[in-house]
């Protein structure tokens, strides 16, 4: 396997690890210990805990190393006022660009969404399967500004949200609000995708805090 490679597969694990909470917020991530349960050299896990930092899912302390990052309430809800706005965006510019090509990639990872709701819930796969649908729609948006932040935002919106894909409700929910920006998408309806997708944010979020304040 090429280094560029291995790399990737190492910074994969370690996202999943965090998506699913068995990394959650605030453990440290040290490098020999994860070399050591992923079996791979100390260099790679090295340049995933860094690129992890520079994308603010982890935080370093000097002399203390580097540790999942802890997203407070406040910063949650920052980051869902500005994400109930920019998904909106992307989907709007999404409909405005998408062709046929990118309407059956959406569809499949809807179809793959619900399919995995007759399975048992497993946090990884199901965050992971959240993730690659607002990442294709970010993509298919054609605005790199836009999906770079985003990529970041959503990442963020997602440490303290392990939780959330474990109850079987909240899985059939996102599943229903992706269906409904996938079908205005598919109706080259622009306004509808905007309101579609900034509306699934604002209902995620609120689902998020609902899940913290009953943990509290």
């Given amino acids: ?12 694990a370690l996202l999943a690890r965090i998506l699913d909470g068995r990394l959650g917020p605030g453990t440290s991530l040290s490098v020999p210990a994860l070399a050591a349960e992923l079996g791979v050299s100390r260099s790679p896990v090295r340049d995933s805990v860094q690129r992890l930092v520079a994308e603010g899912i982890a ?5 203390a190393g580097a540790r999942v990052a802890t997203v407070t309430a406040e910063d949650l809800s ?6 109930e706005v920019l998904d909106g965006l992307a989907a709007a510019e999404a409909t405005e660009r998408v062709d046929r090509e990118g309407l059956t990639r959406l569809a499949e990872l809807v179809d793959a969404e619900e399919a995995a709701l007759a399975e048992t819930p497993e946090p990884a796969r199901d965050a992971g399967l959240d993730l690659e649908f607002h990442a294709a729609m970010r993509e298919l948006s054609g605005n790199a500004t836009l999906a770079d932040t985003l990529r970041r935002l959503e990442v963020r919106a997602h440490l303290s949200g392990a939780g959330l894909w474990a109850e079987q409700r909240h899985r059939e929910l996102a599943v229903d609000e992706h269906r409904r920006i996938l079908a205005a998408v598919e109706a080259g309806d622009v306004a509808a995708a905007r309101l579609a997708a900034s509306a699934h944010v604002a209902a995620i979020g609120v689902r998020l805090r609902r899940a913290q304040l009953t943990l509290a």
């Fill in 59 to 63: 935080v370093s302390t000097p002399h």
């Fill in 1 to 12: 396997m090429s280094g560029e490679l291995l790399g990737d597969t190492v910074h994969t």
């Fill in 78 to 83: 920052e980051v869902f006022r500005v994400r």
